[in-house]
């Protein structure tokens, strides 16, 4: 398993495709932060809330990357074929898979981190430029990073399953990418009765983890225990595809 | 640009690696019995058997569609039989112990993240196989890649990818070789050495199976071929027998496959 690992570790850093992710990721937390700092107005920012829900853009854009990085580990192999001499070498395909699962997380992990440390620097300077009194104490702070290093760990172990049992890029990326950005935006949102349901939708889950919206979302350790859950779902729903299934 | 294409005139001599641990002399190398894959209504592979013992080039020959590809994926683990069954070494390939160091295969030359370096592409196979790194060296000199190793593999000539394939396969030196139309993309000088690495390899007393659907390139490197059409097997001969009854090579493969064909 260790060697297996190492292996996926290898290709996660031999091509661009991760440093491409993590370049786009900064990029977006840095805007995103900056516009909700700087353009909402200063009542829409006073409570400790509200300002979490700015620095908290660190773990939701790190949510998003890092499934599609856990996505691309084993949609690319199918893509490009290299799934073949992987399977060749290692025909355990269950081993390869955890291995690509362990791997993501790690390196999902290591997104989370550096999203969330950045929205936070960044969100606190957009504070402090407005003279807003910034709410958050060293608990907060704690909990965002490692709440949103956590969730992104877990959901790149989601897109490893879930690219796994898709298996074509294009619409695995897309369908990661609607449903973060879209779909739970409506079910988390302003639609009335909604949000009782979906707050157990696996994208506020992860915002519950790191300490955001107390009010609408489920409790930091619930939603870790429950993102952690649908990892472990997605995880093995890739497993049972991916040994059942003939390599295409 | 030209001598990179070309591949090296060795005979192909790699160091031993440590023999795996299980020695299953008495099976065949291969044991194909009654192995039957359908897709839906189709019959991709029909009641095929075969074995084939150490030391022997093998043409595997049949027109596109055959089955030919189906029959290696089969054999290779990557699908799953309908009916019968396919063993190398006495085993499913997915039962294999460290099968990198049994059996070596290219199934597609372009199975290469165009992103990755030839020479990470091979370690990570080396990785996951538990092979030392230095026989990542040895394989890319071997098929004279050692120069463009560094160099992303959207870079490489289809010759280049052909050759860092087999060097993928060669990388547990194997005892036996799986090649789904190899000498696709290769230059003469390329099949020129392709040809002379797989008669040294089989010197050695390793185990060649080549698809191919040209016979001019099997007819001069196989010791005997099996032809299939339609999934099932038509002809299973030698060579020098089918040279010493007048025939040709030609002759028996357009004979027995003109139902395809037609």
Same mark, same amino acid.
């Given at each position: 398993?260790? *060697?297996?690992?190492? =292996? ?14 993590? #370049? ?15 353009? !909402? ?7 400790? =809330? ?48 955890? *291995?690509?699962? $362990? ?23 957009? !504070? ?26 877990? $959901? ?48 506020? !889950? ?19 225990? !429950?993102? *952690? ?5 997605? #995880?093995?729903?890739? $497993?049972? *595809? ?7 | ?47 095929? @058997? ?51 160091? +049994? ?42 890649? /050692? ?39 290769? /230059? ?6 392709? +040809? ?39 002809? @299973? ?26």
């Amino acid at each position: 398993m260790r *060697a297996q690992l190492r =292996s996926e570790l290898l290709k996660q850093r031999s091509t661009r495709t991760n440093l491409g992710l993590f #370049a786009a990721m900064l990029g977006l937390v840095s805007l995103a932060v900056l516009l909700h700092g700087l353009g !909402l107005a200063a009542e829409q920012l006073g409570s400790a =809330s509200d300002q979490l829900m700015v620095l908290g853009r660190g773990e939701f854009l790190a949510a998003l990357f890092a499934a599609l990085l856990g996505t691309m580990s084993i949609t690319a192999e199918i893509r490009h074929g290299t799934i073949r001499p992987t399977f060749l070498v290692s025909p355990g395909r269950g081993r390869v898979v955890a *291995a690509k699962v $362990w791997a993501s997380t790690l390196i999902g992990a290591g997104f989370g981190l550096a999203a969330c440390a950045l929205a936070a620097g960044i969100g606190i300077a957009a !504070l402090r430029l407005r003279g807003i009194d910034v709410q958050l104490d060293g608990g907060d702070y704690a909990l965002l990073v490692a709440g949103g290093a956590a969730a992104a760990a877990l $959901w790149a172990a989601i897109g490893v399953g879930i690219g796994a049992v898709v298996r074509s890029q294009v619409p695995t990326v897309v369908g990661v990418a609607a449903w973060l950005l879209f779909v739970e935006g409506l079910l988390v949102g302003d639609v009335a009765g909604v949000a009782n349901v979906g707050r157990f939708a696996p994208g506020a !889950l992860g915002m519950a983890a790191s300490g955001q919206d107390p009010d609408t979302l489920v409790a930091p350790a619930v939603g870790f225990v !429950l993102l *952690a859950l649908y990892a472990v779902a997605a #995880a093995a729903a890739g $497993w049972v *595809a991916t040994t059942h299934r003939d390599v295409v | 640009m030209a001598r990179t294409d070309a591949l090296p005139k060795s005979d192909g001599g790699t160091r031993p690696l440590p023999a795996p641990k299980e020695g299953s002399a008495r099976d065949p190398v291969i044991g194909v019995r009654s192995l039957t894959k359908r897709y839906g209504e189709i019959t991709a592979v029909d009641e095929l @058997s075969f074995s084939l013992e150490a030391g022997t080039v093998t043409g595997f020959l049949g027109p596109n569609g055959a089955g030919k590809t189906t029959t290696l994926r089969l054999l290779l683990g990557l699908a799953e039989p309908t009916s019968g069954e396919a063993l190398v070494f006495g085993h499913h390939y997915r039962a294999l112990d460290e099968p990198a160091r +049994r059996v070596g295969a290219v199934l597609e030359s372009n199975d290469l993240h165009p992103g990755r370096s030839g020479r990470d592409h091979l370690r990570a196979l080396a990785l996951a196989a538990e092979l030392p790194p230095s026989r990542v060296e040895e394989v890319l000199e071997l098929v004279e890649l /050692d120069g463009v190793a560094g160099r992303r593999a959207r870079t490489y000539s289809l010759g280049m990818r052909q050759r860092l394939g087999l060097a993928a396969a060669l990388l547990g030196d194997p005892k036996l070789l799986v090649l789904d139309e190899p000498a696709n993309g290769l /230059d003469p000088e390329g099949v020129h050495w392709l +040809r002379s690495f797989l008669r040294g390899f089989a010197g050695r007393g390793g185990t060649v199976l080549i698809s191919s659907h040209v016979l001019a390139e099997v007819a001069q490197t196989v010791d005997q071929v099996l032809i299939i059409d339609r999934g099932r097997l038509v002809a @299973s001969a030698r060579l020098d027998e089918l040279a010493s009854r007048g025939e040709t090579l030609e002759d028996t493969y357009l004979e027995l496959t003109a139902g395809g064909a037609s």
